[in-house]
């Protein structure tokens, strides 16, 4: 049986290259861990004042990322940091205080860009986070892609074979870090 992964995507484009990446990721690696992208479409800025009663679509991304085996954090870089929907989503899943769904959590962080860096900066930002969440990060191998727009062919899958087997590489190290 394949480890059940929580996918958030720190991106809501429709056309995400985020999206396409960890879509090509659950493809490329179906056979040893069942990636799921979290929506996170309709989850609303976090409010201290819903801790007691939060909407259904923060509950339902927490029941995602509690029942999963592990979290990948799939991110774009904006004015050099995380975007706003990442970081929304991790605020949620740490509230109420006590009650968070990342404490324990094997985590691993990936990221495309079409900036000459990659995603660099962002994961940067968002490790020191995710440690002091009490997650068990990932450290290698690091996954920041640049050159965006040629990583995927016509179809979504990923163009190039050395290209796809990095990021099966990448994978597996998870698989074996999740245990």
Known sequence: MTKKIAVIVGSLRKDSFN??????????????????VTPLEDVPLYNQDLDADPPASVLRMKKAAAEADGVLFVTPEYNRGIPA???NAIDWGSRPTGKGVWT????????ISPGVIGTAVAQAQL????????????????????????????TGCVAEEKNRKYLRNFLERFAEWIG
Do not use: H
């Not at 990446?21 to 179906?30: D, I, P, T």
């Open 19 to 36: 999206k396409k990446l960890a879509l090509a990721l659950a493809e490329l690696g179906r056979d040893i861990l069942t990636l799921e």
């Open 85 to 87: 929907v990442l970081k």
């Open 104 to 111: 324990g959590k094997p985590a691993a962080i990936a990221g």
């Open 127 to 154: 490790r020191p986070i995710l440690v002091m969440l009490g997650m068990k990060l990932m450290g290698q191998p690091e996954v920041y892609i640049s050159g965006a727009p040629g990583y995927f062919d016509a």
